[in-house]
């Protein structure tokens, strides 16, 4: 079982729609959960972080954490198709590496 | 720098060579983190810097790779006797320490990484 699994997608969403990007992770010692955008060819770039139960929002993304349920996603409201990317989700114990998904390709179409 | 730099941005190599691959982390960074990434899959952990030293360098998939980092500043990973596998692109990151005070929630800022592929 890896630590931290996505699914690999595609998702689709049309323009406008919400997308829901699901991780899951084993290490019940991770404390932060990072979401990174990555385009294709490009490194990847950080578009939130969540250490606390619950949801956090900023603009058009909301992260939400359970640790309970070791479950992490992130909705993008109103999609665009910039938003078009794989998304890469990754947890993190205290000082120590980043441990990633192999990310969820998300298509949005006009 | 006002971001990670790493160079060289492509590199071809043939099996059996060596290679340097070197990262600029953005000024002021203390921790830095070198993750390879295979086509078409994640990012993997090989080293991690805090300053000059390497607290973990668990990543490291064999003696073949090692990395060092100077001046707390610039960080170089060597590939000695390269093999085809090894081709993947290699990313630096850094960040403003290693997240001890404040629970592990530093950023974590990459660099355009360095496209490796070994013949």
């Known amino acids: 079982q890896k630590e931290v699994e996505q699914n690999s997608g595609p998702l689709s969403v049309p323009e406008g729609a919400i997308a829901s990007l699901n991780c899951t992770y084993s290490?019940?010692?991770?404390?932060?959960f990072f979401w990174y955008r990555q385009y294709s060819g490009k490194s990847p770039e950080l578009i939130m972080f969540?250490?606390?139960?619950g949801d956090k929002e900023d603009g058009r993304f909301t992260a939400q954490l359970n640790k309970a349920s070791q479950y992490v996603s992130l909705l993008i409201r109103d999609s665009q198709p910039s938003d078009s990317a794989t998304y890469l989700c990754?947890?993190?114990?205290?000082?120590?590496?980043?441990?990633f998904g192999t990310g969820t390709r998300l298509l949005v179409s006009p | 720098g006002a971001g990670v730099s790493q160079s060289p941005s492509n590199k071809v190599t043939e099996k059996g060579k060596d290679v340097e691959l070197r990262c600029d982390p953005i000024?002021?960074?203390?921790?830095l983190y070198w993750y390879r990434q295979s086509l078409g899959q994640g990012l993997e952990f090989l080293i991690y810097?805090?300053?000059?030293?390497?607290?973990?360098k668990s990543g490291l998939p064999s003696d073949r790779f090692s990395a060092e980092r100077t001046g707390g500043s610039v960080s170089t990973l060597t590939i000695q006797r390269t093999q085809q596998e090894d081709s993947a692109v290699y990313l630096c990151?850094?960040?403003?320490?290693?997240?001890?005070?404040?629970?592990?929630?530093?950023?974590?800022?990459f660099g355009p990484g360095t496209r490796l592929l070994v013949l």
């Open positions: 990151a850094s960040s403003l320490d290693g997240g001890e005070g404040r629970g592990g929630m530093e950023t974590q800022y």
């Open positions: 290490d019940r010692g991770s404390q932060s």
């Open positions: 969540i250490y606390s139960n």
């Open positions: 990754a947890g993190r114990r205290g000082f120590q590496k980043l441990v």
């Open positions: 000024s002021g960074h203390t921790a």
């Open positions: 810097f805090q300053g000059n030293s390497a607290p973990d």
